[in-house]
């Protein structure tokens, strides 16, 4: 079993946050958001992040100035992405402000944050700590299927360097699949897990744990965050309301080592 972090909450401002200490060891600054600290309504309240699901885009973006800031930047500098459940990684190094679209983001950049949103899926964070690489990946089901941890850690030169922290999402205890999803999770030790009928139970952070560990990460060195997602009310969850708002793991890399950069 990967070793577990207990999230607790600590402000910056007026910002609730849940800040994950451990990742300054490894040179970078990195927090998850909850639901409460911004200004959108119900059923989005309070602090949503996601600009496709239905909230007013004001109300968005006043929502994203506020976690920018908790990172000292300012907005266009919080790098996220139109995420579509696939495996595309974008370098945000090359990036000069257009939009993106994928499912990871990785950078040497101190200049920038980088934002992944969920409301069940997991989000994770990728540290080198031989290197000033970090990324960062959204991965539900259909991304784990397409490759996206795979993809991301091809985009480190040691995966034995790589620590990685898996953040809130959906416990195995309240992600019911179908057969036809659970199928490709069968060969995987603990992934998938028998309910009633036809029905399984599917636990996404095994899964990524196997597929990091075949890619080169030390077991000891992936952390799963707790409490998740189940019930909606610390984080959003799709499965436990819909519409509703998404929340983010936000890093970046407070400074630069003079370790070699030899990543692809």
Same mark, same amino acid.
């Given at each position: 079993?990967?070793?577990?972090?207990?999230?607790?909450?600590?402000?910056?401002?007026?910002?609730? /946050?849940?800040? /994950? $200490?451990?990742?300054?060891?490894?040179?970078?600054?990195?927090?998850?958001?909850?639901?409460?600290?911004?200004?959108? /309504?119900?059923?989005? $309240?309070?602090?949503?992040?996601?600009?496709?699901?239905?909230?007013?885009?004001?109300?968005?973006?006043?929502?994203?100035?506020?976690?920018?800031a908790a990172m000292g930047l300012d907005t266009v500098n919080l790098v996220t992405s139109s995420q579509v459940h696939g495996a595309r990684v974008n370098d945000v190094d090359q990036w000069r402000g257009e939009p993106l679209v994928g499912d990871a983001l990785v950078s040497t950049r101190s200049d920038v944050a980088l934002c992944v949103l969920v409301a069940d899926c997991l989000p994770v964070l990728l540290v080198d700590t031989a290197s000033t690489r970090f990324a960062v990946a959204h991965a539900g089901w259909r991304g784990l299927v397409a490759g996206v941890i795979d993809a991301t850690l091809a985009r480190f030169a040691d995966p034995s360097t790589v620590r990685v922290v898996i953040g809130p999402h959906i416990s195995s205890r309240s992600y019911q699949v179908g057969p036809e999803v659970a199928q490709h999770f069968f060969d995987l030790e603990g992934a998938v897990l028998d309910d009633k009928g036809d029905r399984h139970r599917l636990d996404l952070a095994v899964i990524a744990r196997h597929q990091l560990t075949?890619?080169?990460?030390?077991?000891?060195?992936?952390?799963?965050?707790?409490?998740?997602?189940?019930?909606?009310?610390? %984080? %959003?969850? $799709?499965?436990?309301?819909?519409?509703?708002?998404? %929340?983010?793991?936000?890093?970046?890399? %407070?400074?630069?080592?003079?370790?070699?950069?030899?990543n692809k």
């Open positions: 079993m990967s070793p577990t972090l207990n999230l607790t909450t600590r402000s910056r401002g007026a910002l609730p /946050l849940y800040e /994950l $200490d451990a990742t300054r060891e490894w040179a970078v600054d990195a927090f998850i958001t909850g639901r409460e600290g911004g200004v959108s /309504l119900a059923p989005y $309240d309070s602090l949503n992040l996601g600009i496709h699901v239905g909230d007013e885009p004001s109300r968005v973006a006043e929502n994203r100035r506020r976690v920018a075949r890619g080169g990460v030390g077991e000891g060195n992936v952390v799963v965050c707790e409490p998740g997602t189940d019930e909606g009310s610390i %984080f %959003f969850s $799709d499965r436990a309301q819909r519409p509703c708002g998404r %929340f983010a793991l936000v890093a970046r890399r %407070f400074y630069h080592s003079t370790a070699k950069e030899g």
